[in-house]
């Protein structure tokens, strides 16, 4: 059974950092793609970005140049660095094993909250 | 940018109804299209890709249809762990995926 745990939300004051941590069992981590996709608490779900083996990562535009992903395959980690933080990056943050074209399992979410 | 709409927004039902949710892309999609279910306080879970394959264990009472720009998820036969919200999303732009409003499935 796929189980992925995220970890390292928190409250945070706009401009500021923090990395999110996500550890993966059930699959063959190294092959996958791994996502992350935030949801603003009520509302409806955003694409953040996705990573692929060490080199390919893909970004949605309003985090493109501040949000970095990486991955740790020893330790089936996959960690999402969020830099120079707005408000409206407050949102809970899901980390997903993904399929190329869909989000085939999602964890429970950690909630991150931008906010002075 | 393609833009995905969901309709209703809400509807309220009864156990054992058939449940109609529609999806629209502003463009064609193929069937790069898959179907959510999020339980409240829940994450999403995947129940149909590529616009009407089901994803591992998923009751039969749901099925998806459509190509283009048009797409439905019925559920027939609701029952209560199927009050939840769904969304849509499109994979035709991938990486770049948008995800539909979602409609809301409450208990009438």
């Known amino acids: 059974e796929v189980h992925l745990v995220e970890s390292g939300g928190g409250l945070v004051k706009p401009g500021g950092s923090l990395r999110l941590s996500c550890v993966a069992s059930?699959?063959?981590?190294?092959?996958?793609?791994m996502a992350w996709v935030r949801q603003v608490p009520g509302k409806g779900l955003e694409w953040v970005g996705r990573?692929?083996?060490?080199?390919?990562?893909e970004y949605a535009a309003p985090v493109q140049g501040r949000f970095r992903l990486s991955r740790d395959d020893s330790k089936n980690m996959v960690y999402l660095e969020m830099n120079n933080l707005k408000t409206e990056d407050t949102a809970v943050y899901y980390c997903?094993?993904?399929?190329?074209?869909?989000?085939?399992?999602w964890g429970q979410g950690t909630l991150v909250t931008v906010s002075s | 940018d393609v833009q995905m709409t969901q309709s209703p927004s809400s509807l309220s039902a009864s156990v054992g109804d058939r449940v109609t949710i529609t999806c629209r892309a502003s463009q064609s999609i193929g069937t790069y299209l898959s179907w959510y279910q999020q339980r409240p306080g829940q994450a999403p879970k995947l129940l149909i890709y590529d616009a009407s394959t089901f994803d591992g264990a998923v009751p039969s009472r749901f099925s998806g249809s459509g190509s283009g720009t048009d797409f439905t998820l019925t559920i027939s036969n609701l029952q209560p762990e199927d009050f939840a919200t769904y969304y849509c999303q499109q994979a035709y732009t991938t990486p770049l995926f948008t995800f539909g409003p979602g409609t809301t499935v409450d208990i009438k």
């Open positions: 990573i692929r083996g060490a080199m390919t990562t």
């Open positions: 997903c094993w993904s399929g190329y074209r869909w989000f085939g399992a």
């Open positions: 059930g699959f063959t981590f190294t092959e996958a793609w």
